[in-house]
T-cell receptor, first 111, second 114 residues
């Protein structure tokens, strides 16, 4: 069964303290991997799509990378407004355009 | 202003009642989706539709029903057969059906069973 696992479940950072979130998946033909940000009580907001191993994408303090088995979301010098839950979702070739989501990582950045 | 709207934002249901959640998009997207989110869990797919008048069951379709009579609308009915309906419901859409395509989400509806 295709699975997506995110770690850690929760992360507490001081403002300016860089860190990384992990998203690992069992491979059965990866079509693409998506990162979303979700604020409490709101819908997920799209951040990045990664298609192939070695690919990297950046947006402000966020940088997403992809290997054959996992993806990392690096948060550089975070600010309190980066506090949110970050969701990873994978589209497997055998599943059409369905997404399989990980459980998310809750990030809290303290000033 | 393009986007996905969901209504209501909060919904309360008595046991034994059916309720319908609205989802509308003006992005001219072909595909639409319904997900359920429970605390500490990832999003789980309930139903999806790739074209008008056609839809497929997702991973947790039991106790739910949908219709797709118009391209821009994909309402979800939570029936009394759904044993644990209290959750946050999210609607999404994507431009194309099939292939790698980004899904964009609405603001969500929080359903509480009293």
């Amino acid at each position: 069964e295709d699975q997506v696992t995110q770690s850690p479940e929760a992360l507490r950072l001081q403002e300016g303290e860089s860190s990384s979130l992990n998203c690992s998946y069992t491979v059965s033909g990866l079509r693409g991997l998506f990162w979303y940000r979700q604020d409490p009580g709101k819908g997920p907001e799209f951040l990045f799509t990664l298609y192939s191993a070695g690919e990297e994408k950046e947006k402000e303090r966020l940088k997403a990378t992809l290997t054959k088995k996992e993806s990392f979301l690096h948060i550089t010098a975070p600010k309190p407004e980066d506090s949110a839950t970050y969701l990873c979702a994978v589209q497997f070739k055998a599943a059409g355009n369905k997404l399989t989501f990980g459980g998310g990582t809750r990030v809290l950045v303290k000033p | 202003d393009g986007g996905i709207t969901q209504s209501p934002k909060y919904l309360f249901r008595k046991e034994g009642q059916n309720v319908t959640l609205s989802c509308e998009q003006n992005l001219n997207h072909d595909a639409m989706y319904w997900y359920r989110q429970d605390p500490g869990q990832g999003l789980r797919l309930i139903y999806y539709s790739q074209i008008v008048n056609d839809f497929q069951k997702g991973d947790i379709a039991e106790g739910y029903s949908v219709s797709r009579e118009k391209k821009e609308s994909f309402p979800l009915t939570v029936t009394s057969a759904q044993k644990n309906p209290t959750a946050f419901y999210l609607c999404a859409s994507s431009m194309r059906a099939g292939g790698l395509d980004t899904q964009y989400f609405g603001p969500g509806t929080r359903l509480t069973v009293l």
